[in-house]
C-alpha cells in the first residue's frame, strides 16, 4: 500500500506562484509515473503534467510554459511550481502514483487551488 499526502493548495493571485508537493509513504519501492491532475467544479479531471521514473516530463497544453512538475525519489516525492496563475488554474489538484509491481494507480486526498483575478 501506497499513502499520498498532498500540501500546497491555497489562495493565489492571478500572475502570481503556488507550489504542490505530494509525499508518498509506505511500499514507494518501484514507484513508476508520477502524475498531477486537475478537476474544475463541473468539468472532467484532467492530466496537468506527469513524470516518469527516469524525469521525463509531459505537460498539458494549457500549463506549458508555466507549470514545472519534478520529482525527489529519495523523498518519494512529486512537485508542481505553478507560475503566471490564471484564475482557469481554479481547480481541486490531485496526486497521482503508478506503481510497477504490484501494478497500480494510488490517489492523493486533493488540495485545492484557487486562483483570484
Known amino acids: 500500500q501506497v499513502q499520498l499526502v498532498e500540501a500546497g493548495g491555497g489562495v493565489g493571485q492571478a500572475g502570481g506562484s503556488l507550489r504542490l508537493s505530494c509525499a508518498a509513504s509506505?511500499?514507494?519501492?518501484?514507484?513508476?509515473?508520477m502524475r498531477w491532475y486537475r478537476q474544475a467544479p463541473g468539468k472532467q479531471r484532467e492530466l496537468v503534467a506527469a513524470i516518469s521514473s527516469t524525469a521525463s516530463t509531459h505537460y498539458a497544453d494549457s500549463v506549458k510554459g508555466r507549470f514545472t512538475i519534478s520529482r525527489d525519489n529519495a523523498k518519494s516525492t512529486v512537485y508542481l511550481q505553478m507560475n503566471s496563475l490564471k484564475p482557469e488554474d481554479t481547480a481541486v489538484y490531485y496526486c497521482?502514483?503508478?506503481?510497477?509491481?504490484?501494478?497500480?494507480?494510488?490517489w492523493g486526498q486533493g488540495t485545492q487551488v484557487t486562483v483570484s483575478s
Open positions: 509506505g511500499r514507494t519501492y518501484m514507484i513508476n509515473t
Open positions: 497521482n502514483v503508478e506503481k510497477a509491481l504490484p501494478p497500480y494507480n494510488y
